[in-house]
């Protein structure tokens, strides 16, 4: 059974179907990884984004966590290269060097996390099938860090909605 494709995903949640293929999916890290990695070579914004994320990240959190922010971040983009066929290949790179700039700049931590934290929380209401597909992915690499993966992927989600809301103004139209 082939995934049905979401093409406004992430601006909608997973299908109930998708998001059960996709948990069986990306349990395997051979299939997360090509996926990732062919988001990763077909879309800009996560050829910046991620790095932008983690980078970021890094200023606050210890390597293990870090390193379960870049596995949720590395699972969004894989989901939404099997869901979106053309996910981030037409925003303007300007945008983008843009928004990673500004998260890379910012000297406020504190506000950073706060930024995050309410990111996180946006994308579990918003995204419950899409979290629990996360989560579903993340234990069992990173065990009780799922909370840190599900922050990196509602980072990167936020970064995508930011681009697309300057690049495309499609968000008070969609929503």
Not at 55 to 71: C, E, G, L, N, Q
Not at 116 to 132: C, G, I, K, L, Y
Request: hydrophobic share 45%; charged share 25%; aromatic share 8%.
């Amino acid at each position: 059974m082939p995934l049905e494709p979401q093409p406004i995903f992430p601006l909608e949640d997973l299908t109930e179907r998708n998001a059960e293929m996709l948990e069986l999916m990306l349990a395997n890290k051979m299939a997360l990884d090509r996926e990732h990695m062919a988001s990763e070579m077909g879309a800009l914004m996560y050829r910046v984004a991620h790095p932008a994320i983690v980078d970021t990240s890094s200023r606050t959190f210890d390597p293990p966590y870090v390193d379960a922010i870049s596995h949720g971040i590395t699972m969004f983009e894989a989901i939404s290269g099997y869901v979106v066929s053309s996910v981030g290949q037409d925003v303007d790179p300007i945008v983008v060097n843009f928004n990673a700039k500004v998260l890379m700049d910012a000297s406020n931590d504190a506000q950073l996390q706060m930024k995050a934290n309410e990111s996180a929380e946006v994308f579990r209401d918003d995204m419950p099938r899409t979290t629990e597909v996360i989560i579903a992915g993340t234990k069992r690499f990173y065990g009780s860090l799922t909370n840190y993966a599900l922050l990196g992927a509602a980072m990167e989600r936020q970064f995508q909605l930011d681009t697309m809301s300057k690049e495309f103004d499609i968000l008070p139209r969609i929503m």
